[in-house]
Structure formats: structure tokens, C-alpha cells
């Protein structure tokens, strides 16, 4: 098969992520950059997922999040860490390895099923009510953590500083980059496969014509319910990521401004392009590391980006193609969306 | 002779939309491999019953009984994946897919293989998917559409469109299919084309044909039997030349063209 | 029986902010089929407005207080509108007049929003700021109660306003064509009026109430964030919708049911940070089992 692109892309990013942290190439910032940038390719593809190739309206994203670092972090930190909101772990070092994956993991379950809030509501609105219902969803989580005084409400929680230490101390290992990694690679192979399926054609049906996909039936209602729980899923398992990379986390992280940047992030590499999402989430990390001197003045870059998008490049980097139908040479070493199925080329394309 | 079941039997059929009544009680009978045309001035309300039908409005009161099956009640694509296929006056394709893809769509309802199948294209996947494109190709070259697989329907002339449309509509090989004004901007040699293609599919693949319409020549072409409605009712039943010398129905129409 | 009393009072002075919020919200929604995401922060422009303007005049101006005062909320209005006016000629008229998809619109009107409130942020600071004291405090005893003068004002001012709004839109020709042009915009320059200026009309009467609401907030509760207006803001706009997003009596009922509801639930045994999580589980309820609101209109899409 000469298809080996993707391999080779994976290993390569492997080597520099993982590899070269665990040689110790790396100082801890550009450590941190790297995980951010992987944490908010996952949050696009996710959202991508949703706004882009099912065409809803979700602007409350960072609720999902939210809820899978704070479901996640209770849960390490509880079990893992000495804290105090929980006092000493539960359980020793060793278990760690195990205990932080599974707790990733628990985050995105609940984090899915909080989706179902969104999801429910999207059998019968669209659009800007959909859009009022996702932003009281957003309001809601922070509203609610806020009010459990127990797990510090808005003065905030933390402790996963600790859970990070009891792994290192089992197996000296870069642990949150691998693990970055890995719900990276597999938030995009998992989306990424899911929108070529017979299946999740279903969803770019129901954006261009609801009520075709119906009467051609397909289970419209079933395919949003999957559909949200896989976007928010993925989005609870950053946000599981993203709390153990801060160490400290509140429900103002997980509000309308982290919902922004999503959106920026999605918008800008273009609705229904993973490539594009990906290319975006590097370079708006970036763009927002570098404008750090502006200090609170750099959050204005992220409206700023929105508005100029909306006038005059809607469709953002790439629309809705993907690498290789751009650069048609990429061909040879990865697979263009359509291909995979179809045996006879038919019309030359 | 034991007398078949009807294909779709429709009861009583009665919607309002506000204080408008769309559909007023009623009723008729389709038998297998009839092509029924059901015809009326605009705003009669044929549209609506097909909707009714299809379960994308529920009826105030009326029964409908698809092979014997209740259909009131039941969501469009349980209705849909019971056998009835159906096109639009406005041609809905998705426009973001290729035509392959339209037709691919069409068979969600029975897929053979899960979500986890669809997230990590496992074995299982990889066969149904090969299957479900081979029978797409399939019914596109029994078409002659088998070129156009891979492109947008946006860009398809308008008659290639519609071919591609009623294509989508047998891929589940239902036994009903639903047309409604499948000539719609056609000039007359798109229309022959079209009858031919009406009378070839209902041939082939066994169909039972109801077709709202109002061209005449397809009308008194192909229909063995219509039905004619005026302001949601019934006003007249039988074959073309019946129909065609109603004066009732002459007076609701006044004045379409004669092809 | 007085705490009860107090508690309509407070619900009338609070209902009172929400309401003169939500009826921008709701005229811009009727003339543009747009939520103007960015109105929550067009009220926070006229509290920081009202808040530099009284603070001169105060200082520079020598003026017997009723002066100060009207000045204050006329050219507080006035800026207000300014602002609003201009997120409309410079956001949506470009993407209306391309023919836009209102995702894009809505987009825009919500990044806006976020402008106005990192622009205060990066402007002015983090800390908050203090509105200045335009005129002395008193209270009067009205049967039993004590009241202040600031609550008074609040009240009738804004009944005043929204009365005056009110017959504008019912009773006017400009307020018919408000009403005319969501359902046909081709009737209303056939009216003789223009589409254009009728929008612009429509965005400086919601920010001159919001920009009312601004100054009376601030004279109410002198405190500022530049946050205030996602906090209050999104209450207003709650209002609207359980009122009927596009009514503007919907609105004005909305903001006074809301109000006392949230009034209600601080003075009520639960913790007083239940009344966002109320207030927003009010909305999806509402959202839920109808979608169009108290007074709103549904409309139907053909299939």
C-alpha cells in the first residue's frame, strides 16, 4: 500500500512530542505549549464535529469541558493526591498509571452524557435558539460548580499537580505528554473516521436538508444523540487533560470565552475540514502566546479574529476540504476523503 | 380470486393547519403496481396528504395503512424505511455529497453495522460499506447515472438532478414511491424521457407509482387511475379520460395547458 | 405584610432594569430577526458612560443637580446610541447587505459583545469602578415603609420611558412599520419610510432605555464591573425570551416577571447564588414547552 503517510505522520509527531520530552529536549513552557496545542486541536475536531459537519449551533462548548476537568480532577485528586478538600489519597502511587486514564475517561463519560442537554433540546430548535440553549448549558455548569462550596466553588480547585508527581514517581516517564497524545491522535482518528462512514454522512445530511435525511430514513434523533455525546465526550477528555495541565482549575476557565476561542479555532480552519481545524489550533496557540505582552489586551484578538472572519472569509482556511484535495500531490501518501470505498474511479476525479 | 391486500390504504384523512383545513376526509386505495396520479389546482392539498403520509405532520384524525401497517404516529424515517420512497416538488438532494453519497444515505436505516463499527471502520464496516457502494453502482448504472457518482448534484443539469432524485428513492427497493410533480420545469422531450422512466421503474423494480402532477401529458400518459382534489376534498376519482371530461373538475382547473 | 411590600418594591425597581434591557432586545429582534448578542454590553457602555459624564459634569459644570442629572442621561443616552448605531453600521449592515448567513450575523453580534467587554478590561482595568453620587439620598416614609428616593426614580422613570415607548410602537407610524417590516420588508418603504433609517431608529431607541438602565443601575448600585453587562445583560435577554423574543410588551412583562421571581429567590431560604441556576433553568423550561414565549409568534417554516 503506498498510503503510508499517516503512519509516518503519527511516528514523527510521536518522536517530537513524546520522544523528545522524555529526553528532556524540552523546557517545561514549550512543554506546556505543545499540550495546549493538542488539548485545543481536540476541543476544534470536537466542535468541528458539531458546528461544522452536523451544521448545529453550539456556543457553549467549554460547559463539556468544564465538566470533564472537574469530573476528572475530583477523581484523581481525591484518589491519588493529598489535598485538602479530600485529605490523602486513597490509594498509593503505583495505582496512578491505571487510576488517571480511567479518570479521563469517567470526565468524558460525564461530560457526554451532560451533552444530552444539548442534544435532546436539537431534535426540534436550530439556530439561535439552539444557540441560547448552549449558552444557558455554559451558564448553568458554571452556576452550578460555583454553588458546591465544597469543591471551592469559584474560588476554584486544585491538586492535580499531585496526581502528576504520583505518576512520575511510579515510572519516571513524560506522563501528561503521552497521554496528550494519545486522546489527540485518537480524538482525530475516531472523528476523522466516523465523518467517512455511511453513518456519519448522516450528519452532513441532516445540516443540508433535515427533513430529506428524515424521509430518506435516516434516525435523524439518534444521529444528534451520538453525534453530541461524541463531540462533548471528546471535549470532557481535554478538559480532564487541561485541568492536570494547569494544576488549578475554576468554573470562569470554562466559560464564554473559552467557548470563544473554540469557536475561533473551528471557524478559522473552516467548518467541516479536521486538516484545517488542526493547522488552526497551532496557529492561534501560537498567535495567543505571542501576544502575552499585551496582557489582558490580547483577549481581544479572540472577538477581533471572529469579526474579520465573519465579514470576509467565512468559509476560514481550508472550508470544508482537507489537505490532500488542496495539494493534490499529498495524494500519494494519504488518502482523500472519498477514495476509500469506492474501487473504479469513475468520473477521473 | 382472493383480493390482495392493498399497498396503501389512507382513511379519513383529515389536517388542518391553523383554522385552514388542508386535507378533508380523505381517502383512497393504491394496489401493487399501479401508477396512481393524484392531481388538483395549487394549495388543494396534495402535498400535504404526501407529508401526512410520510409522518412529517401528524393528522388531526384519518388512518393510514401502509402493507396493513398503521402509519400514524410513527416518525418519518420508521415510515420511510417500511418500504415507501418518496421525492419533492423542490429537488432535496444534499448538495454537500456526492451523488454516490445521496444514495449511500439512503440505506441508514439498515446499515448492519454499529457506532463502534463507524468510529474504528472494523472489518464489519469495511464489508457493509463495499456492499452498500456496489448496490448504490448498481442502481446508478441501471440509471445511467453510474459517471455522475462522484459529483455534487448542484452541479447536474436540472433533468440529471431529478433522475438522481427518484434514484435515491428506490435505493432501499421500496414498494411504494411517492413523486411529487417529478416534471416540474421539464420541456416536453424531458417529459417523454420521464414517462419512460416512470413506466421502466414501476416495470423493474415492482413499485406501486402515486404521482402528484400537473402536466397533462404525464397525466394522461402513464396514470391508470386519478384522483382529484379541490380544497382538501375529493371531487372526482377514475381514469384519465374520465377525469378529463369532468365538468366538475374542468371548472376547479380552469385552463391547464394541454401538452 | 411590609416585607412583602419591600419585596414588591424591590422586584418593581429590579423588574425595572430588566425590562428597559429587554426591550432592546426584543425591538432588534423584531426588525432584524437578529439576537443582538452585544446589547447585554451596550448597557454596560452606558453604565461606564454614565459614570465619566456625571463624574465631569460633577466636577467641571456648575449645575443645580436636576441638571446635572438630565444631562447626565441625555448625553449618556446619546454615546450609547452612538455605540450602538455604529456596531450596526460597521458589524451587520456589511453582512446584510452581502446577503450573509445569519450564523455569520449572530457571530458577530455575540464577538461584538466580547469587544465591548475586553475593550473595558483592557481600557480601564480590572477593579471596579464607582458611579458617582449626581444627587443626595433620602428617604421617605410611605405608609409605613421607608423608601428611598433612588428606588422612586427608578420606577417611575422607567415606566415613563417604556410608557413612552410603548405609545411609540403602538400608535406611531414609525412603530407600525417596527412592526410591519419582520413580516414584509417590502411594505414598509412603500410606507415612506426607509428600511435603513428605520433600523437605525430601532437600535437608538433600545440603547437610549438600555443606556437609561445603565445610569440607574448605576445610581442604584454604584459598584461597576466590566462584566456587567454578561451578568445583567443575560438576565435582560432571558426576560425577553420568556416574554416572547420580538414582542415589546413581552419584553416589558418578561423583565418585571423575571424580576420579581429573582427577588423572590434571594429573599426565599435557598442560597442566594441559587438565583442564576433558577434563572436559567426558568429559561430552558421555558425554551422547552414554549419555545415562542409569553407573547411571541410562532413561526411556521413549509416543508
Redesign the interface.
Known sequence: MERRGTPLLIGATFLLTVGASSLGLYNSYVEFLIMLIGINIMLGASLNLINGYMGEFSVGHAAFMGVGAYVASLLTVWLLANDRVFGLPVLPDGASILVFPLALVVGAVAAALFSLLVAVPSFRTRGDYLAIITLAVNFIFKSVIENLDAIGGPRGFMGMGGVLNAMERTWRVPWLMIWVFVSTVLTLYVISRYVRSTMGKGIVAIRDDEIAAEVMAVDTRRLKVVTFMLGCGFAGLAGGLHAHLLGFINPSSYFILQSVMVMVIVYLGGMGSLSGTVISAVGFTLLLEALRPLGVGRWLAVPLILILLMRFRPSGLMGDRELPEVFPWLRRYFPAPEDRFLKETVSGQ | MASEQPVLRIEGLTHT?GGLKAVSDFSTELHRNEIVGLIGPNGAGK?TVF?LL?G??RPKEGDLLFEGTQLRGR???EI??LGIG?T?QNI???????V??NL??????R?G?G?V?????TRR??AT??E??EQA?ELLRSFGL??????RPRNLPYGLQRRVEIC?ALV?RPRLLLLDEPAAGMNPGEINELMELISWVRDTYGVTVWIIEHQMRIIMGICERLQVLNFGETIAEGTPEQIQGDPVVIKAYLGEPVA | METFLQHLLNGLQWGSFLALIAVGYSMVYGVLLLINFAHGDIFMVGAYSGLFIGAFLLREAQLPTWAVVSLTVLLTMLVTSAVGVAIERVAYRPLRRKGADRLYLVITALMFGLLLEYGNLALLGASDRQFPTLFERRTFDIAGLSVSNVRLLVIVLSFLAMGLTWYVVQKTKWGMAMRAISYDRLAVPLMGIKVDNLIVGTFVIGASLAALAGVMYGTAFPILSYDMGLLVGWQAFIAAVVGGIGSVRGAMVGGYLLGFTQVLVVASPLPSTFRDLITFTVLLLILAVRPTGLFGVARRTKV
Open positions: 393547519f402535498t407529508n410520510c412529517l405532520y416518525r418519518p424515517h420511510t424505511s418518496r419533492f432535496r438532494l444534499w448538495n454537500e455529497l456526492s454516490l453519497d449511500r444515505i439512503g440505506h441508514s436505516s446499515l453495522y457506532i463499527d463507524a468510529f474504528f471502520h464496516m469495511r460499506e463495499a452498500v457502494t453502482m453510474e459517471r455522475h457518482a462522484e459529483v435515491r432501499m
